[in-house]
């Protein structure tokens, strides 16, 4: 059965196709016929009506379409950009709990992370939900396994994915740049 539905879909597809390349086929010469008697000057006065009416009706979608594109992608970057700034100044607070006495607790972490994915689920971009869900898988098999590096690796990798989110070009960025802007000896884990 399953055969044969396909078969008559085929054949009506067919018959569709057929049919709509002899419309339009129909309806050009139906059109041909009408112009083919016209004075030249007439013909050429129509044809330019037409054309400069099909260009100003093209450029106008056009531009509302991309106008509208770049109104959506303000309002995400506008959305997108407070959270990323969130994390980042919370990547620095982790890093800088060192210098000071209070120390960030688990639970703080565990719910500024919450709160950071949800907020990615629905403003970031495939590759900064990507790059995230990779670095949070390597930094918890870091907790459970030992010590690693991979984690500060895949935290530039998350960075770099953020930056072009926003709009950078990331073009001569080679790995370690960015860590090393807040990670003095990053040169001595390079190598490894």
Same mark, same amino acid.
């Given at each position: 059965?399953?055969?044969? %539905?396909?078969?008559?879909? =085929?054949?009506? #597809? ?14 050009? /010469? ?6 083919? /008697? ?19 009706? +093209? ?12 109104? @959506?992608?303000? $309002?995400?970057?506008?959305?997108? @950009?407070?959270?990323? %700034?969130?994390? @980042?100044?919370? +990547? =620095?607070?982790? &890093?800088?709990? $060192? /210098? ?5 607790? $688990? ?8 709160? =950071? ?22 930094? &918890? ?6 010590? #690693? ?8 990798k998350l960075l770099i994915a953020i930056r072009k989110d926003t709009g950078h070009k990331n073009s001569n960025i080679k790995?370690?740049? &960015?860590?090393? &802007? =807040?990670? %003095?000896?990053?040169? %001595?884990? @390079?190598? $490894?």
């Amino acid at each position: 059965m399953g055969i044969s %539905n396909k078969i008559i879909q =085929f054949l009506l #597809s067919i018959f569709i196709i057929v049919g709509f390349i002899g419309l339009v086929w129909y309806i050009f /010469n139906r059109i041909w016929s009408l112009f083919s /008697n016209l004075n030249d000057g007439v013909l050429a006065a129509i044809v330019t009506a037409i054309t400069t009416f099909l260009v100003t009706f +093209i450029s106008i979608i056009s531009a509302k379409y991309y106008e509208r594109k770049l109104l @959506i992608e303000k $309002e995400m970057r506008d959305k997108k @950009i407070p959270a990323y %700034n969130e994390f @980042i100044e919370f +990547i =620095f607070k982790i &890093l800088d709990q $060192e /210098n000071k006495k209070k120390k960030i607790t $688990e639970q703080e972490m565990t719910q500024f992370f919450s709160t =950071f994915t949800r907020q990615i689920l629905v403003w970031g971009s495939d590759e900064v939900i990507a790059q995230w869900s990779s670095y949070r898988r390597s930094a &918890l098999s870091e907790v459970s396994d030992g010590a #690693s590096n991979n984690s500060m690796f895949e935290l530039e990798k998350l960075l770099i994915a953020i930056r072009k989110d926003t709009g950078h070009k990331n073009s001569n960025i080679k790995k370690g740049d &960015l860590l090393r &802007l =807040f990670i %003095n000896d990053i040169d %001595n884990y @390079i190598e $490894e």
